[in-house]
Each structure stands twice: as structure tokens, then as C-alpha cells.
């Protein structure tokens, strides 16, 4: 990769070069946070690295995922992400539910005695590596094969788009836990599948398969696992084909659109369209 920031920019996103403020990182051992960043021109690659563990996710690899998208380089315009392995991620490190945690991190045995301001900002902290992954700036593909569970289903779901293998296996496990989807997964889920099969997903705990991901549009594509990557590929080369600020805006107003009436909507695509023909003719 051109501009592989495996080392450098990992370190930055990870938070142990100077006046980092994210101590959960800065704590944890690179094994746990799990996780390579790599950019390429327009194109950033997210991955999940600990194929031995399945990419079990913990606060390190959140604070991680939030770190590379506030460093972000400005360039990049579709990100990847993406799981090393057989599965794109088992979900939560079932370690953080034991007494002894993860180490060097918070486990959910001592965070339960926090205040419940405190307790919601740790997980506002974790929720903030997935909810960058929507700027209008950006379009992110997320590429899942095999088990795509809780923590990871909502990782896919934070992204734009999903390119499955015909493998794939979404599971919203946390009820079946005792715990809610709390790392933004229920709004995008609720969204695309609407909340009466959100409903029954969720609370059945059951195993949406790629046939079914696709038709309920939870998938754009599903494709043999040796074409995934090609698939990504092509997809990324496709969005990165329109133009960048046309790109932006269109995104910008697709994603308000659902919360507007078609007044409203009507009048933010002229606001965009106006801003965007006088930058086509140099007027603005
Ligand atoms: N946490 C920690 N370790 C995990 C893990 C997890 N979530 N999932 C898998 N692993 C580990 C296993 O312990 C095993 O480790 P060892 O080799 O050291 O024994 C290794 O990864 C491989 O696991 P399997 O042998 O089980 O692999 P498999 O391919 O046969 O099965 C699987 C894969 C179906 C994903 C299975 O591992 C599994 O069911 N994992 C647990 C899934 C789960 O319940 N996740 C929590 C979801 S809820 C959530 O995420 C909550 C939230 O957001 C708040």
C-alpha cells in the first residue's frame, strides 16, 4: 500500500504519541486493541487483527477505531473496513463481562459501580468509533465474512454500505446477554430492515444469513469469499469515479432525507444544488 501507516499513524490512531487523551488505549497492549490502519490515496483500510480471537472488539479497539477517524487524512474519500480471519468479528472480548477484564482496561464488573453519567460517557467514548464512519465526507464499505455478531454487526451497520460473503452470519446477540445493542447499531438496523423486523431479529437473537442480508438490504452484494476483496475493489473504484464535492453533498442530503418532509428535502437539494452549480462555474 502506498501510504501504509502501520506504524506511525497506528501509533497516532492508537493514542500513545504525545497529548493523547485516551488513556484506555494508551493502557492497553497492542494485542488487544487488535486493529490495522492503512491508506492508499482516496482509499483507507480499517482492519480487525486478531483472527485468533475471532477480532473481539474492547474499549481499546473503540478508542482506536475513534482515533484514525479523527485523524483521518483528508484525502481519503471511501473507507474499508474490514476482518482478518475466517469472521469479521465475534462481537464484544467476552473477557470484559469477568472480574479480571481485559487487562489494562475497564471491565464492565468495575465500570457497573461508576455513576451513570460516568458509566454513559465510557460508552459514549466507545460509540464515537463507530459514528465517524457516516460523515458525508466519506463513504465507508464495511467487508464482512463469516460471523458478523453483536459488537461486530454493529460495526458493519456503522458503515455506508456492506459488501457480504455468502458465509456471513449477522447475529444482535446482546439480548440474548441480558444487554441492548448500544454501539449505534439499532437506528441504521431499524433503518434499513424497519422496526418490525428489527424487532424480531434482535430479540430472537437469531442468525441473518446472506441471502436474507441482501434482500432485506442489510447487504449490497453477496460473493463468493475469494472475491470479496475484488468486490470491495471495484466498489470503491466505482464511488470514487463521481465527483468529490457533488459526491459529499448528495450523501449529505440522502442521509437527511428520511427525517424530512418532502418540502423540506426539496428545499435543501436546491440549497445544494445552488451551492454546487455556482462551484461548477466559479461563482462562489
Ligand atoms: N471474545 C473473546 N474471545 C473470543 C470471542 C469473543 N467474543 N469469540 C471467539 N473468541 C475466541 C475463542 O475463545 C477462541 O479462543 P481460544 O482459541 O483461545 O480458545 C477463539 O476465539 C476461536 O473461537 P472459536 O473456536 O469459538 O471459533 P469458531 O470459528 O468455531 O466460532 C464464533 C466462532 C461463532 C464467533 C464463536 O467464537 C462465538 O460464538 N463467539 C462468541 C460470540 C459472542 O457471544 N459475542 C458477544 C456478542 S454481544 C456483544 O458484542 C455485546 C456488545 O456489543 C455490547
Redesign the pocket.
Known sequence: MAEAAMGGNLEHALGTGEGSDVSTISAAAPAEVGLRFEVDGEIATVTLD?P??????TFATWSALARIGETLPEQVRVVVVRGEG??F????????FTPEGVPGQESFASAAVLGDSEFEQLIAEAQKGFLWLRRPEIVSIAAVQ??A??????LALACDLRVVTDDV?F????P??G?????T?TKPLADIVGVPRAIEMCLTARTVGAAEAVRLGLAEIAVPTSELAQAVQDLAAALLATDRAAATATKRLLQAAPGRTLEEQAAAERIEQVARIRALFGRN
Open positions: 486478531r485468533d480471537k475471532r477480532n473481539a472488539q475466517p469472521s468479528s465475534a462481537g464484544i472480548d467476552l473477557r470484559m463469516g460471523h455478531i453483536g459488537a461486530g454487526f454493529q452470519k447475529c444482535m446477540k446482546e440474548a446477554l444487554l441492548v445493542p448500544d454501539l447499531g
